[in-house]
């Protein structure tokens, strides 16, 4: 295109001489510091692009409606309230940025041009969607982010050759009572595609993922998609699933961390392949009854309001993963040493009175987390008996007010992963010695005045943490430079 570009001039107005170049395609006037254009813009009736953004315009002259040949118009960040009368006979407008100024609304005009394909509104002060939107046959892309809607309504149905729309950053409220009772095809489409209803293949599962999205029901919709595998309703502000959930037979993951669940249904005990159910921070005092005839291999409780374990937890016997810390409990069932094949268990921070001896049969445990118990003034709680977890890879026990460690700690041949942050060591642990295979050793926010010279022995160690322990030896320029300059001095 035959182009002036005067964009970051510092111009305060526009030269007259550009309005004698009535040849020009294209007109670039961005990042100037212009508060008006003059009505001889309409003298350039060849232009297809102008660009004016960037500027301190406060209005747009009535002159830019008579450029029959106009085919793209930025004028983001500026200072718009409104747009010309007229607009409607720029037929040939296929782009329209308006984004970043202070528009409520728009002209009908809008309406009429019917090869707009791209428009955005983003960062105005829209208060709905306007209605003159709805009449652009042609519209693929429509951005209203950061505005003030609250609602989309039923009318974008008709917007059939829409292919992109962002709304993120409005205070939208879904559902909307304007989406009950769907019977357009089209508009349940429109619903899949953009509220995250169609299901997707995440990390080989059909997914619909709902994460976020301010929810305080379960769309109906969700649940016309019985194929789906693996359902995200994380972080919304359920208080309820419902029954409906049971026609989702094919459904593998499940999540629901993070809303205001008091109760799950019974139905979810209906759902054979089901391997994954996550209701971390919720408010949930039990499972559902029959929970002990899915197949799950995941099982997370997090933060929530157990005071004690379910006996049917104790039948799940395919679980690997179990996550129930941050919980009131103060004991486990006997029965819980069925579960065999648990190699993940996460216990941090409830309320044992002691050990509960029953993890120590769970032989085949490769990963334990413990943190945080309140264990101050109370005999060590890590029993001599915890030697007997030969699989152990991972331990935590950051932050439980430990002096000491169990003999048998240094029996645990495979741990790799130690953590005792922030307990109340003076020195190094002498069994974290015989930890031959331990690569990552976090001892931060400790007592610890000097490191032992047999730390060297641990020759797969990769990852020290120390900090946070009033050390005096190895002197600071040694630690520094880090773990392997630690272990070679």
Not at 9 to 25: H, Q, Y
């Amino acid at each position: 295109l035959l182009t002036i570009d005067l964009s970051g001039k510092g111009l305060t107005s526009v030269p007259a001489e550009v309005f004698d170049a009535t040849d020009i395609e294209c007109l670039v006037l961005s990042n100037n510091r212009l508060t008006s254009i003059p009505k001889e813009i309409g003298q350039l009736q060849k232009l297809r692009e102008l660009n004016l953004d960037h500027n301190l315009l406060t209005q747009l002259p009535q002159a830019i409606t008579t450029l029959p040949n106009l085919q793209r118009i930025n004028v983001s960040y500026n200072k718009l309230e409104a747009l010309p009368d007229g607009i409607s006979r720029l037929k040939n407008l296929q782009y329209l940025d308006l984004s970043w100024n202070g528009l409520e609304s728009l002209p009908d005009g809008v309406g009429e041009l019917e090869q707009l394909t791209c428009l955005h509104i983003t960062g105005n002060r829209f208060t709905s969607v306007p209605d003159t939107i709805m009449n652009l046959s042609n519209i693929e892309k429509l951005d209203l982010s950061r505005n003030r809607i609250s609602r989309l309504p039923l009318t974008l149905s008709r917007l059939a050759k829409l292919k992109d729309m962002n709304i993120t950053g409005n205070p939208l409220t879904y559902p909307s009572t304007d989406f009950e009772n769907l019977t357009d095809v089209r508009l349940s489409n429109f619903l899949l595609n953009f509220l995250g209803l169609k299901p997707k293949v995440v990390n080989g599962f059909l997914t619909i993922d709902l994460n976020g999205k301010g929810l305080t029901s379960v769309p109906a919709e969700v649940f016309d998609a019985t194929d789906v595998e693996r359902l995200v309703l994380s972080n919304n502000r359920l208080t309820s699933i419902p029954e409906e959930i049971g026609q989702l037979q094919k459904l593998r993951e499940l999540k629901l961390k993070n809303n205001l669940l008091t109760q799950l249904p019974q139905v979810i005990s209906t759902l054979p392949n089901l391997q994954h159910i996550d209701v971390t921070d919720n408010k949930l005092e039990t499972l559902p009854g029959g929970i002990s005839r899915l197949q799950l291999h995941e099982l997370y409780v997090p933060n929530n309001r157990f005071k004690k374990i379910p006996e049917e937890v104790c039948s799940l016997l395919q679980l690997n993963t179990f996550y129930v810390g941050y919980n009131p409990l103060k004991c486990f069932p006997d029965k819980i040493s069925q579960l065999t094949g648990l190699r993940k268990m996460h216990m941090s921070r409830c309320q044992f009175d002691e050990f509960p001896r029953q993890v120590l049969q769970l032989q085949g445990l490769e990963e334990l987390y413990m943190a945080d118990w309140a264990w101050e003034g109370k005999p060590s709680p890590v029993p001599e008996g915890i030697g007997r977890l030969k699989n152990l890879q991972v331990l935590d026990l950051r932050e439980s007010g430990l002096e000491c460690l169990p003999d048998s700690v240094g029996e645990l041949v495979q741990l790799r992963y130690l953590d005792i942050k922030g307990n109340r060591f003076t020195s190094v642990p002498e069994q974290v010695m015989n930890l031959s295979n331990i690569k990552k050793l976090i001892l931060s926010h400790n007592r610890i005045s000097c490191l032992p010279l047999n730390l060297s022995r641990l020759a797969q160690l990769e990852d020290m943490n120390i900090t946070g322990n009033p050390l005096t030896y190895p002197p600071p320029d040694v630690r520094k430079k880090g773990t392997a300059a630690i272990m070679d001095f």
